[in-house]
């Protein structure tokens, strides 16, 4: 519906007498237009947004009504405007053709003024009806796109500032969680199409095996100091104790969720890779001994990025291996401590590996 004060109709007919009539019976309480063949007046509807409803005739030089209807629907500028069918023709057979071209009324000459003016009436209180509702309904969709960005949003800054807890903790690993999480990206689209894991890895889980890589280590908030700085090798004791960063991480992201009432879809990668990415393909990993497919495919993703990043980083305690160097020992390791599948999806791509190293440095 336009914002004029008074609703806006087209009438459409050859006939100056019917436009004179017809106007003169809806000047009161409408603004009247008028087109005298269907060519202009399809002209006007087009080019005119102000256009509420419109009164057609069937039998004109040129372009007949019908013509003209058809027209009007196909264009989407036009195609919910109203049409009502103002005509000679009686036949049923062309009332029902001019219905099923998408009119909204047939009415037959000669007019009865009042039942014109109800049946008009009628139909601009529907159109109100149905514009506002398609306002409505796009007004939600634009809430709705809104608030899944601001909570994507959310999602991305609650991940980072959880990751940075763990990162202020050890700050040796500098860019340690940006190149993660690009390289648990990297195989993940390698693998999205292999058998074993294309139902898993979709684009969306792709999309959240991304933002949720960074909390891989958040268990280390809870390591003591004298543990995680050291500067040499951890005694067995030490390592034990390590080792519990793994269920840290877990039961802090659980716990997380736990004051929302709620699982949260975005968080249970995170759960999953936080626990579980110190498990190794043989069952010799912890904390559970998990092997083969029992260790989720987002952990066994971080496993791979985890271990090529510690690698080729320098560290208080070692110097960083070079490329090479850990694409051997990866190698090696295979079948082992690697799923085979994603060690080869690695070894194939092991050049993205090297230049995301190389964009973040340390």
Wanted: glycine letters at 6%; a negative charge.
């Amino acid at each position: 519906m336009n914002f004029n004060l008074k609703p806006v109709i087209l009438i459409i007919d050859d006939s100056p007498d019917v436009i004179n009539l017809i106007s003169g019976l809806l000047k009161k309480n409408y603004k009247v237009k008028a087109a005298n063949n269907g060519e202009k007046g399809i002209q006007v509807a087009q080019s005119d947004n102000s256009i509420d409803l419109i009164l057609l005739d069937i039998m004109m030089p040129g372009i007949s009504g019908f013509d003209v209807c058809e027209q009007l629907k196909a264009d989407p500028s036009t195609a919910n405007i109203p049409v009502i069918f103002l005509t000679s023709m009686t036949n049923l057979d062309d009332e029902l053709r001019g219905l099923k071209l998408g009119a909204v009324d047939y009415v037959t000459k000669p007019i009865s003024p009042p039942v014109l003016l109800a049946r008009i009436e009628n139909h601009l209180k529907i159109k109100a009806a149905n514009d506002f509702l398609k306002d409505k309904s796009s007004f939600l969709e634009s809430e709705v796109t809104k608030r899944s960005k601001e909570l994507a949003a959310i999602q991305d800054v609650t991940i980072l500032a959880m990751a940075s807890l763990a990162e202020t903790r050890d700050n040796e690993t500098g860019n340690h969680i940006l190149r993660t999480k690009f390289y648990v990206k990297e195989l993940a689209e390698y693998l999205k199409t292999h058998p074993r894991f294309k139902d898993a890895l979709t684009d969306h889980a792709i999309n959240i095996l991304y933002k949720s890589a960074p909390l891989h280590d958040i268990g280390k908030v809870g390591i003591p100091d004298s543990i995680l700085l050291k500067p040499g090798r951890l005694t067995p004791e030490e390592f034990e104790v390590m080792k519990t960063h793994t269920m840290l991480g877990r039961d802090a992201i659980t716990q997380a969720e736990s004051h929302l009432g709620m699982e949260v879809d975005f968080l249970k990668f995170a759960k999953e890779i936080a626990y579980s990415h110190q498990e190794k393909w043989d069952g010799s990993g912890y904390p559970q001994g998990l092997s083969g497919d029992n260790i989720p495919i987002s952990a066994r993703l971080m496993a791979l990025a985890d271990v090529y990043d510690a690698l080729i980083s320098r560290r208080v305690y070692k110097i960083g291996m070079t490329h090479e160097q850990a694409i051997q020992i990866i190698t090696e390791g295979r079948g082992t401590h690697f799923d085979p599948d994603i060690t080869d999806a690695f070894l194939e791509i092991n050049e993205c590996f090297r230049e995301i190293a190389q964009r973040f440095p340390d």
